[in-house]
């Protein structure tokens, strides 16, 4: 078992930035990936980053790229994201969520390729 939670949320006027924590705890020496997804109310959970816990390796939904810089730091069992230019359709539940196994790019932007999840932290994006 892995547990995760989320920090960081809030609310921010547009063109702002917003720091994600999460904090992993328990079997987190079986984590291959690390992700951060979002879903706003009457939407599906979206794909927003991910990271290779051991390697570094970054991939970022269209979406994100440019605005959004995914991290992780070993030491703490802590992936962060830092989040710029924030605009009002950014506004969603955040989650976190890690997976055990490896999986092609394609994979890493779906909701079943990962394993655990967070309670999630509410970003508002105010124009």
Known sequence: QVQLVES??????????????????GRTF???YMGWFRQAPGK????????AWNTGWTY????AQGRFTISRDNAKNTVLLQMNSLKPE?????????????S?????G??????YWGQGTQVTVSS
């Open 110 to 115: 779906q909701t079943g390729t990962y394993d």
């Open 44 to 51: 599906e959970r979206e794909f927003v980053a991910t990271i």
């Open 8 to 25: 960081g949320g809030g609310l921010v006027q547009a063109g702002g930035s917003l720091r994600l924590s999460c904090a992993a705890s």
């Open 90 to 102: 950014d506004t969603a539940v955040y989650y976190c969520a890690s997976s055990s196994t490896y």
């Open 104 to 108: 092609a790019p394609v994979q890493l």
């Open 60 to 63: 970022y939904a269209v979406s």
């Open 30 to 32: 079986s984590t291959y």
